[in-house]
């Protein structure tokens, strides 16, 4: 387990490369159940009742999906973000400037790939570093960044674990997948999630 905190302190620092953590035999069988086998998205579930994709992954160079609620305005400050899979909570911390609250989960896939979904512009931070999420887990809630832009969520989601923060804008996506596409592939079976406090 002290291998394991020590890969994750070093994904937490924002090394550009794409290290996968590998885990002993032992952790492996305590996390099993932790495989993230389903996803939703991070604002209204399986279907993302309520909210809409204001600004799509690509559009204007943009490395993530701006979510909001349907009523416009500030009407989801505060609304509760989930975990969009079973995942490992390797960051939760307010960054500041155009950032705020930040929440980063990498997710374990049973392929042996490694997935990190990014929330951020979050009001408040609802989970702890270094602790284990299930999907639906209420993580945060979405914010204004204290005012600096109308309510919303900025996610994205990563195949390259441990990029840097970044800018939330350019034209090399490398590393950056789209989340919406990525969750709408990856769904099973399941109609709705309650959200999980």
């Known amino acids: 387990m002290k291998n394991l ?3 994750l302190s070093i994904l937490l620092i924002g090394c550009s490369e794409n290290k996968k953590v590998k885990l002993k035999k032992k952790e492996n069988k305590e996390f099993i ?5 389903q996803w939703i998205f991070p604002l209204g579930g399986l279907r993302a009742r ?7 992954f690509t559009q204007n160079n943009h490395l993530g999906e701006d979510w909001n609620g349907i009523g416009g305005g500030n009407t989801d400050f505060g609304d509760s973000i989930q975990a969009v899979a079973n995942g490992y909570v390797t960051f939760a911390k307010d960054l500041g400037g155009g950032w705020g609250n930040v929440v980063r989960i990498t ?6 790939n490694q997935i990190e979904s990014f929330y951020a ?12 999420v299930e999907m639906g887990t209420n ?27 970044g800018g939330g804008y350019s034209s090399e996506t490398e590393g950056y997948i789209n989340p919406t596409k990525f969750i709408n592939d990856h769904k099973d079976c399941i109609d709705h999630i309650p959200p999980k406090h």
């Open 121 to 132: 512009h979050c009001n408040e931070t609802l989970v702890k570093e270094n602790t284990w």
């Open 33 to 37: 159940k932790s495989y993230a086998t």
């Open 107 to 112: 997710h374990y896939m049973k392929d042996g």
């Open 50 to 56: 309520g909210y809409y994709n204001a600004q799509k």
């Open 139 to 165: 993580i945060a809630t979405v914010g204004n960044c204290e005012g600096m832009y109308p309510a919303h969520l900025h996610f994205e989601m990563r195949d390259k674990i441990g990029l840097p923060v």
């Open 5 to 7: 905190m020590i890969i």
